[in-house]
């Protein structure tokens, strides 16, 4: 099966920035989307961005403009760069994909990683 390992996470003052990793193993480039969310303590896992087969890209709101996603198909892995950051953005960074290793419809999700901005 798809297996999701994230990295980048770190404790950082507010204004810094930080890279996030998403490498995934036994993967099959399948029209894949991949995905970052958050999830910060006693609130919902809430979308942060994504990036389609086709390369399509979205981001919420709260970090358009500060956050940039990016991937590289060679070594099946999508990034987050943060930038800007703010006490706000404190949370788990989780990486979801789509597809199985069958290429079926699923949500395969990582363990994730923590990200502590500080004032």
């Known amino acids: 099966q798809v297996k999701l390992v994230e990295s980048g996470g770190g404790s950082v003052q507010a204004g810094g920035s930080l890279r996030l990793s998403c490498a995934a193993s036994?993967?099959?480039?399948?029209?894949?989307?991949m995905s970052w969310y958050r999830q910060a303590p006693g609130k919902e896992r809430e979308f942060v961005s994504s990036?389609?087969?086709?390369?399509?890209?979205r981001y919420a709101d709260s970090v358009k403009g500060r956050f940039t996603i990016s991937q590289d198909n060679a070594k099946n892995t999508v990034y987050l760069q943060m930038n800007s950051l703010k006490p706000e953005d404190t949370a788990r960074y989780y990486c979801k994909t789509n597809r199985d290793s069958w290429c079926l419809y699923a949500s395969i999700w990582g363990q994730g990683t923590q990200v502590t901005v500080s004032s």
């Open positions: 036994r993967y099959r480039a399948c029209r894949n989307d």
């Open positions: 990036i389609d087969f086709d390369g399509s890209i």
